[in-house]
């Protein structure tokens, strides 16, 4: 019963003066808001991330020829010419970890369709490139083996590419020019939107490695190997696999660096992941510091409460409150403040992150985890600012409060 009465104490000194504990709740209600805001934008974009990455395909592994070195100076990644297809070709053969080899071979150029054209990359790859991509085609077909054997001028669209050269018609079986070199339509792929770099997946036209290597780039050597784990427990395994066979087969010495760097997928949602955290943290203690100003300004406005009513507080004490009785009341009214902030702030804390997604169009995702951390750290901000203006109540020597005017 107690406890009731100085509850109904507190509601009523607040009560008193509206607007005053309202502006004091103000700035734990943008506090909040602002953590839930920030924290939901963190998540949202290493949702983004995290998609944007599992769209490069399944258990996914890349090789990439590795860097010259001439006179103590590197050139850089990418720059030896040491991956083949025979390389390729023992991998798929001698590696057990590995579900799926793509020969990668590249080139670009002005791709011409009637009085069309369009600017884009050409990506050699394998029959099984849309299997390791986990890519789909939306009409049409992929090449074949046999496509790939015989070296055949077919291609396969993204779509950008087949909106910007046959705007009216369907592209299948439409003949196309690369190079002044022709090739026919037979498919087009599903849409696949951007990848993780922001670069647009679907300006691009897939054809047969040896394709490419023969017809566009006329360079014998593999840009790159696209390699699919059986699983995702095994990327580690075929990572290890393919080192020791290509090490073996380039006549690597024991002590000597590879020619060749394995990227896994793994490694690469690794980094992402670490790199979006940071940015929701950053942003997670920025918006904190809106809480922190909040409860300095509940810790001001209880300080002037208690000057304000230090008679009253001596009234109290003379028919029998005790110190306990009045730190309890002072202390719930900035328990109440910050309760009530903190419910006000995750109704706006949501509706602002909605607003964000639908405005700006920017992925947000609202958790569990930030509405009880928001929320549990404005009621340690209501306690922490609201102790030492209960204590000092509490601590008044009646006498004293009593002639006070």
């Known amino acids: 019963m107690k406890i009731l009465n100085i509850l109904l104490s507190a509601f009523r000194a607040l009560q008193r003066n509206k607007m005053r504990s309202f502006l004091t709740m103000l700035g734990i209600i943008i506090g909040v808001a602002a953590v839930i805001a920030m924290l939901a934008i963190g998540q949202g974009a290493e949702y983004s991330v995290k ?53 990668g071979a590249r080139s670009g ?106 017809r566009l780039s006329h360079f ?46 793994t490694d690469l949602a690794a980094t992402a992941t670490a790199t979006t955290e940071i940015l929701t943290i950053l942003l997670a203690s920025i918006a904190s510091v809106s809480l922190l100003v909040g409860g300095i300004g509940i810790m001001n406005i209880m300080l002037v409460s208690v000057t304000e009513r230090t008679r009253e507080i001596g009234i109290r004490m003379s028919v029998g409150a005790r110190g306990r009785d009045i730190l309890t009341q002072f202390l719930i009214e900035a328990l109440v403040l910050s309760l009530l902030g903190g419910i006000l702030g995750i109704l706006l804390g949501v509706a602002g992150s909605s607003a964000i997604s639908n405005l700006a169009k920017w992925p947000t995702i609202i958790t569990a985890f930030s509405i009880v951390l928001s929320f549990g750290f404005s009621i340690a901000i209501g306690i922490f600012f609201g102790f030492y203006p209960a204590r000092k109540a509490a601590m008044l020597n009646p006498i004293d409060a009593l002639r006070y005017e």
Request: glycine share 8%; hydrophobic share 40%.
């Open 109 to 214: 150029g002005q791709v011409i369709a009637g009085n069309l054209n369009w600017g884009t990359s050409i990506e050699g790859g394998s029959a099984d490139y849309l299997e390791i991509r986990k890519w789909t085609i939306e009409y049409g077909e992929f090449f074949s083996d046999q496509d790939v054997k015989a070296a055949s001028k077919v291609c396969v669209l993204g779509r950008t590419v087949a909106d910007n050269l046959f705007p009216e018609g369907s592209p299948v079986g439409q003949n196309i020019r690369i190079r002044n070199v022709p090739f026919r339509v037979i498919g087009v792929l599903a849409k696949k939107g951007q990848n993780a770099m922001g670069q647009d997946q679907d300006d691009v036209i897939l054809a047969p490695y040896t394709t490419v290597l023969r």
């Open 51 to 103: 998609q944007q990455i599992s769209s490069l395909g399944t258990n996914v592994l890349i090789v990439f020829p590795g860097s010259q070195q001439q006179g103590g100076v590197r050139t850089g990644a990418g720059t030896m010419t040491t991956l083949t297809e025979e390389d390729a070709a023992a991998i798929q053969k001698e590696c057990p970890a590995v579900a799926f080899v793509s020969p």
């Open 220 to 265: 014998p050597y593999l840009r790159q190997i696209l390699i699919s784990a059986t699983s995702s427990s095994n990327i580690n395994a075929a990572q290890a696999q393919i080192t020791e066979l290509l090490r073996m087969r380039h006549k690597i010495a024991q002590y000597d660096s590879d020619d060749f760097t394995i990227r896994n997928q």
